[in-house]
């Protein structure tokens, strides 16, 4: 079993930025996929970001590519999000995941942490 705990959020301005941490234990964390997911009120939970245990294989949402960046440091057991060029429409709560495949699905991950608000003001 793996438990996770994100932190990080806030209330940001448009154009500001967040950097979002999410940190693993339990003993089973090693090769696991890393992913962030958001929620917004009313809406569909959206797939953010994932990253491979190694590194070297990363996914990223259109919505958010080229202004966010997911990394990992497993020797802290670490995930993070760095989180540029805030829009108001990125405001959501957000999720840290681990599963077993670089998905883009909520399906695709097994653990998942409470969650950190995030809120971009205009």
């Known amino acids: 079993q793996v438990q996770l705990v994100e932190s990080g959020g806030g209330l940001v301005q448009a154009g500001g930025s967040l950097r979002l941490s999410c940190a693993a234990s339990?003993?089973?964390?090693?090769?696991?996929?890393m992913g962030w997911f958001r929620q917004a009120p009313g809406k569909e939970r959206e797939f953010v970001a994932a990253?491979?245990?190694?590194?070297?294989?990363?996914s990223v949402a259109d919505s958010v590519k080229g202004r966010w960046t997911i990394s990992r440091d497993n020797a802290k057991n670490m995930v993070y999000l760095q989180m540029n060029s805030l829009k108001p429409e990125d405001t959501a709560v957000y999720l840290c995941?681990?599963?077993?495949?670089?998905?883009?699905?909520?399906?695709?991950?097994?653990?998942w942490g409470q969650g950190t608000q995030v809120t971009v003001s205009s």
């Open positions: 990253i491979s245990w190694g590194g070297d294989v990363t």
């Open positions: 339990g003993r089973t964390y090693r090769g696991l996929t």
């Open positions: 995941a681990a599963g077993w495949v670089v998905g883009r699905a909520s399906g695709d991950y097994r653990n």
